[in-house]
């Protein structure tokens, strides 16, 4: 890896680095779906996506199926390089796509063990909530994907389709708590 992470809550401190990155993402056009969650419920554009994340932050939104989620942005130095969701509880539509801990890396810092090290962090703060086993839900086309949950002890539950047709595969992760 190219130098430790630190992470920062959404927040309006790190607006512009929060718009860098998911400039990024829309460029790539295979960033997060944490913005497309954020403009699909009323909150569009950078300022949208603080306020939306920030609210989920603080209380679930059942109404919306939301529950409460904490994210992270991870940073080296002063460059946002992706995104990490927390969800604290899951509900059966998250069970089958969405699960536990979700992650994206800007694309031109993939493949530098970046998101390992994004998921080893979504598992150490899982484990500090309680959460002994922590659910990822990925795409079975995103082999780097399953790499990065294989590195961190995943094991596979099953596959699925998720309502839009793709096919996912569920990996339970231990996350140390006991």
């Known amino acids: 890896m190219y130098g430790a992470l630190r992470f920062e809550p959404v927040s309006a401190q790190i607006r512009d680095a929060l718009e860098d990155l998911l400039a990024d993402y829309r460029r ?13 419920n009323g909150y569009p554009g950078t300022d949208g996506y603080i ?3 920030s609210r989920i932050a603080c ?8 529950v409460r989620t904490d994210t992270l942005i991870a940073f080296r130095g002063e460059r946002a390089i992706g995104d990490l969701r927390l969800r604290r509880t899951l509900t059966p539509d998250l069970e089958r796509d969405g699960g536990n801990i979700g992650y994206a890396v800007r694309a031109s810092e993939r493949g ?3 998101a390992t090290a994004m998921l080893r962090e979504g598992l ?3 484990a500090e909530i309680g959460i002994v086993r922590a659910l990822l839900t990925i795409e079975i086309t995103n082999a780097a994907s ?3 949950a294989e590195k961190c002890g995943g094991v596979v539950r099953d596959d699925v389709v998720a309502e839009d047709g793709a096919m996912l595969r569920r990996i339970w992760v231990e996350t140390g708590s006991s």
């Open 124 to 126: 150490r703060r899982a």
């Open 51 to 53: 306020e939306f994340w």
């Open 28 to 40: 790539s056009g295979d960033g997060s779906g944490a913005e497309a969650s954020a403009t699909r």
């Open 112 to 114: 530098k063990g970046y």
């Open 146 to 148: 399953l790499r990065v």
């Open 59 to 66: 209380e679930a939104w059942p109404e919306r199926g939301f």
